[in-house]
């Protein structure tokens, strides 16, 4: 069976780590259709809200969370925590109507420089997600350290274990959209 997959990066960067680490995950997840969202919003402000109404491209990303059989977050670490683009979608997709995370499998990884692969952006992720009622992925957990190191010439990721976790990561994720 074909599931539709929203891929979110915290990276806005076109060759960042965490989009190569969605795309692996996309490719060990299997058939599926992948959609990649787009988290470069205007900043959330109440004013512009009330001036111009939710922004088109962020009505269509919460579009896509709803349409979407399971969502997959990336991450990097920035000052211990997700990125602001990241943060700031997320203020964003609040806004809409209705709850399009709700009941939504979610999965969540992190790729960053340093050698804890963004274990703590990845907390912070958590609870910013609590609000919205998603089925969070509690495990296995990937934590991608020294992430500009980690995948090859063609985007593969090269560590057996970071393989085998993120393999077993999207196998849950499998098993939660199913439930």
Do not use: C
Request: no cysteine.
């Amino acid at each position: 069976m074909t599931h539709t997959l929203l891929g979110l990066s915290g990276s806005l960067r076109r060759a960042a780590s965490n989009r190569k680490l969605l795309a692996e995950a996309a490719r060990l997840f299997g058939a599926s259709d992948v959609v990649t969202g787009d988290i470069n919003l205007p900043l959330y402000d109440g004013d512009y809200e009330d001036a111009n109404g939710i922004p088109e491209a962020a009505q269509l990303l919460s579009d896509q969370i709803a349409a979407a059989d399971a969502v997959i977050i990336s991450t990097p670490e920035y000052n211990k925590g997700p990125s602001g683009a990241l943060k700031n979608a997320l203020d964003w997709i609040s806004r809409t109507k209705g709850n399009p995370w709700r009941d939504k499998p979610v999965a969540i990884m992190s790729a960053a420089a340093g050698r804890a692969g963004g274990e703590r952006a990845q907390i912070v992720l958590r609870g910013y997600l609590v609000p919205f009622q998603p089925r969070l992925i509690t495990g296995p957990e990937v934590h991608l350290a020294a992430s500009m190191d980690a995948f090859d010439d063609n985007g593969h990721l090269t560590g057996a274990l970071y393989i085998k976790t993120l393999k077993a990561l999207m196998d849950r994720l499998q098993v939660e959209i199913i439930r």
